[in-house]
C-alpha cells in the first residue's frame, strides 16, 4: 500500500474524492518441485559512507514453460530514480541507480541491453521446457535519498525493489510493464533466495527471511516461496520481540517513538493471529514491523516476511498508534505475499481484499465501525465512472492517485461488506479461506475470485461482482 498523506486510510480516500471531485500450505503448493521456482543467490555489499550496494546476483531459472524462451528479461526499478519522470514532488532528493555488468548464461558472456527499468538478455540458444540456466551478473545499487520505498533515512537503508528482479512469464508472454508512482507496479512470482549481505560495523539487517542473531559482520539469510527479498539495514532501531503461537513477530522503531511501539506491536500480535483464524495460517516463521520513514508517500508498505508503516495517524480523537495501518500491512501477506495477483492488471483483488480485512479486524477487535464512511465513499466512484469510464478492474495507468484509491482499496472493500450483509459473516470469511487454500503460492485473477466465491456461496454471483467490480447493472 501508497497512500499519500495517511489520515486513516477510509477518511484519507473520501476527503480526497471531496478535494478532487471526483499457512496450513495446500498439497499443491507443498508439491511443487524447486525447480519450477527461480532461485536466488545474492551477494551485497553494503556501503553506509557513499550509500551503495555492490554485489554478484545468480538466478537458476525455472524450468518449466509453455513456449521456449529466447530471451530473459529483468526489471531495474531503481533506475527510475536516475531520470526521473513523474512528479517534481515526489523527485527523490539525490538520484539513485541500479547498474549491471558481466552478464553470464550458464558461464558464458551473453548479450545484454539495459533499457529504462529494464534489462534484456538475448540467449544464444532458445530455452526449452524442461531446461534451465544459471543467469549471473555483477550490479550496484546507488541508493536515493528521499526515495519512495527505497531510501536512506539517517542510518538506515531501505531496500525494496533493490536487486535485479526476474520479470514474470506466463500464458501472455513477459510482463515488462514499466515504473509508475501510482499503486505498486511490481508483479513478481514465488521464488526461492539465499542472501548474504556483508554489513558495516555496527549495523544489524530485517529482512524477508528469518533473521538470525548477529554475531558477526556477514550474514547469510534463507527464505522459500516468497514473491521478493526485502531488507533494511541499520544502526537506529530497537525492536520488540514477540511471538504467535511459532511465529517471531518483531516491531522495530526509532527513538521518539517509544510511546506508541509497544501498543503497534500488541496490533501486530493481535492483527496477525486474527488474520490466522479468519483465512488460513501464515506459513512463515517470521514478520518484521519497521516504523518510520522508507520513503515519499509511504504510509505503509507491505513486502513478504516484513512490512512497514508510519508510527502514528490524526484521528477524530487526536493523533493514535497507527494500529489500522500495521494492521493493513500485516493482512498483505495473505492478500499478496501467500495468494498472489498481478498488482500492475488487477490491483483492486489484493488492496481491495486487504482493506477488508483491515477493516474486519479494526470491526471485530477494535470496536471501530467505518461501514457508513466506507459506503459514503464507494458511491462517489458511481459519479467517477460516469465522468471517467474507468472501473475497479483497471490497470494501473488508467489511474490517477485519488481514482485508485477510491477504485481500488475503497469500492471493493465496500463490496465485501455487502456480500457480508448478503451472504453473513461466516460464508464471506469461508469464500476467503477458500480462496486462500486454493490459490496460496500462486498468481489468482479476478475471474479466479468469482469462481471461489460462486461455489463457495452455492450461487451465482456473477451480477453481484459485474455490479460492484465493473459497474454494470444498477446497485
Known amino acids: 500500500m501508497r497512500i499519500r498523506g495517511y489520515r486513516g486510510f477510509i477518511l484519507a480516500i473520501l476527503m480526497a474524492a471531496m478535494l478532487t471531485g471526483i499457512w496450513s500450505p495446500s498439497a499443491e503448493a507443498l508439491s511443487q518441485p524447486a525447480g519450477e521456482r527461480p532461485h536466488y ?48 514532488e515526489s523527485r527523490p532528493e539525490k538520484p539513485g541507480h541500479l547498474k549491471v555488468s558481466q552478464v553470464k548464461v550458464d558461464g558464458e558472456k551473453a548479450s545484454a541491453k539495459e533499457k529504462g527499468t529494464l534489462l534484456r538478455i538475448q540467449l544464444d540458444r532458445p530455452l526449452a521446457d524442461g531446461k534451465t540456466a544459471l543467469v549471473e551478473m555483477d550490479y550496484e545499487l546507488k541508493l536515493p535519498k528521499g526515495g519512495t520505498r527505497l531510501n536512506v533515512y539517517g542510518n538506515t537503508a531501505f531496500l525494496a525493489q533493490w536487486y535485479p528482479m526476474l520479470a514474470v512469464h506466463d500464458d501472455e508472454g513477459w510482463h515488462t510493464d514499466p515504473y509508475t508512482t501510482t499503486g505498486d507496479p511490481f508483479f513478481s512470482q514465488i521464488s526461492d533466495f539465499e542472501v548474504t549481505l556483508q554489513l558495516p560495523e555496527g549495523y544489524q539487517v530485517i529482512s524477508s527471511a528469518r533473521d538470525p542473531e548477529q554475531t558477526s559482520s556477514t550474514v547469510t539469510l534463507r527464505q522459500e516461496r516468497v514473491r521478493d527479498f526485502a531488507a533494511v539495514i541499520t544502526k537506529d532501531y530497537e525492536p520488540i520481540y514477540g511471538k504467535v503461537d511459532d511465529i517471531r513477530v518483531n516491531l522495530w522503531y526509532l527513538k521518539g517513538m517509544e510511546d506508541v511501539a509497544q501498543p503497534l506491536h500488541d496490533a501486530a500480535i493481535s492483527s496477525l493471529s486474527f488474520f490466522g483464524k479468519k483465512f488460513g495460517a501464515y506459513p512463515y516463521e517470521e514478520v518484521d514491523v519497521v516504523l518510520g520513514e522508507t520513503g515519499y508517500g509511504i504510509a505503509g508498505m507491505e513486502y513478504p516476511g516484513l512490512v512497514t508503516s508510519v508510527a502514528r495517524i490524526p484521528t477524530r480523537k487526536g493523533e493514535q498508534p497507527a494500529i489500522n495501518v500495521v494492521a493493513h500491512e500485516l493482512a498483505h501477506q495473505w492478500w499478496y505475499g501467500v495468494v498472489g495477483n498481478n498488482q500492475v492488471k488487477e490491483p483492486w483483488l489484493d488492496e481491495g481484499l486487504t482493506t477488508f480485512s483491515e477493516l474486519l479486524y479494526m470491526h471485530e477487535e477494535k470496536g471501530e465501525d467505518e461501514r457508513e464512511l466506507l459506503m459514503r465513499a464507494a458511491q462517489r466512484t458511481d459519479e467517477i465512472h460516469k465522468e471517467k469510464g474507468v472501473t475497479s478492474v483497471e490497470s494501473l495507468y488508467k489511474y490517477s492517485d485519488p481514482i485508485y484509491g477510491l477504485m481500488v482499496y475503497t469500492r471493493p472493500a465496500a463490496m465485501m461488506w455487502e456480500l457480508v450483509e448478503k451472504l453473513g459473516k461466516e460464508k464471506v470469511l469461508e469464500i476467503l479461506h477458500t480462496y486462500y487454500d486454493r490459490y496460496q503460492f500462486q498468481t489468482a485473477t479476478t475471474e479466479d475470485f468469482i469462481r471461489v466465491a460462486n461455489e463457495t456461496a452455492g450461487q451465482d454471483l456473477r451480477p453481484f461482482f459485474d455490479r460492484w467490480l465493473f459497474f454494470k447493472g444498477e446497485r
Not at 545474492?42 to 557513499?50: C, I, V
Not at 524450468?63 to 536516475?82: G, I, S
Open 41 to 88: 543467490q545474492l551477494e551485497a555489499t553494503y556501503s553506509a559512507k557513499d550509500q551503495t550496494v555492490r554485489g554478484h546476483m545468480k538466478v537458476r531459472l525455472p524450468d518449466r514453460r509453455e513456449k521456449a524462451w529466447k530471451d530473459v528479461y529483468f526489471h531495474l526499478y531503481p533506475n527510475a530514480f536516475k531520470d526521473w519522470k513523474w512528479g517534481a
